[in-house]
């Protein structure tokens, strides 16, 4: 690296920066350098896996065969295929129903973390525990829980309260499987949402509320008009992120029922894994996990555009 110096007022000589030096001065490249180990962490293990499991899903590879190009064959297969569409219908009632049940409860638990009671930080601490533990752990502790032998639901229901005379098989049948599961994942999730949502209502100056209470306003009054809107912007985020986890859930239900009884609690993620894993069609498979694609694009879509119209909203009040 070459250094050239000037001579200065008092005799010294001042160098002036080599070009790698005033390289690095250079924003904009030294961004690129920072981001640069992400990129490629990101190209390598994000990228590339996607951009193969697309090809295969045009593909009609399986386990030990290459494939040759088919089009739109698997695709095809699928529309026609009656276990996808219940794959898809479940997903989706899955999605909708989980997500609501986290936010209306996450929402509700973060309002009680934000005020003041002793052994606040212990307590949030411990609220964290279901969203720490293992998936597959927290499904274990639920298939023992939804036994239909051992169940200590249904030992509370029989033998405690005398509400029934047997035990309920909650993953025996379709719908209660279904809602069991649902509840499962509610419970795992509470904590992620009450924990970003508490994040959240500390940002809100208090002086906002003293204000409101100083004209008069009812706890739901201030609730309606300055918690929620305030909120809105980490609402949108946590509930994408919360659609985006739920939708492609794949260790809960697949430790808890792998899909039965007769393939009623199949999301498309366990779907996937069951044809191109288990089953050894791997183009199958890769078509089924590719159909998530548009459904994911669109419940980011439509929580940006929902948070954007919000700030366009909150701009024009502004102004």
């Known amino acids: 690296m ?58 009609d590879t399986t386990i030990g065969q290459r494939g040759i190009y088919i089009g739109l064959e698997n695709f095809q297969y699928l ?39 002793p052994f606040k930080s212990l307590i949030r601490a411990i609220v964290l525990l279901p969203w720490i533990v293992p998936t597959v752990l927290s499904a274990l502790a639920f298939w023992w829980i939804y036994d239909p032998q051992f169940s200590i639901i249904s030992y509370l229901l029989v033998d405690v309260l005398h509400l029934r005379d047997s035990n309920v098989d909650f993953l025996g049948s379709p719908w209660p499987a279904r809602f069991s599961l649902i509840a499962a ?59 985006i986890f739920t939708f492609t859930d794949f260790q809960l239900v697949y430790a808890i029922t792998r899909g039965g009884p007769v393939n009623s609690t199949h999301l498309l993620a366990t779907l996937a894994f069951q044809r191109g894993i288990a089953g050894g069609e791997l183009g199958e498979g890769a ?17 940006y555009f929902g948070l954007a119209r919000r700030k366009w909203q909150q701009g024009e009040a502004n102004d």
């Open 79 to 117: 529309l026609k295929d009656p276990l996808w569409w219940n794959a898809v219908f479940y997903s989706i009632f899955y999605t909708a129903v989980a997500t609501f049940g986290k936010f209306a409860l996450g929402f509700w638990l973060a309002l009680l973390l934000n005020n003041h009671f």
């Open 185 to 243: 994942n509610i419970w795992r999730g509470i904590p992620f949402v009450a924990i970003s949502l508490l994040a959240g209502l500390q940002t809100i100056s208090p002086s906002l509320y003293e204000a409101a209470m100083l004209d008069g306003a009812t706890s739901w009054q201030r609730f309606r008009y300055i918690t929620f809107p305030m909120m809105m912007p980490i609402l949108a985020i946590v509930m994408t992120f919360s659609i």
């Open 287 to 303: 078509a089924i996990a590719v159909s998530m694609i548009p459904f994911l694009v669109f419940a980011t879509l439509f929580s």
């Open 2 to 59: 070459s250094v050239t110096t000037f001579p200065s007022r008092g005799g010294a000589a001042l160098r002036q920066p080599g070009r790698l030096a005033r390289l690095f001065d250079y924003k904009p490249f030294l961004i690129v350098m920072c981001l640069a180990p992400a990129i490629g962490l990101l190209l390598v293990f994000l990228t590339y896996p996607l951009g193969l499991g697309i090809w295969l899903a045009f593909t």
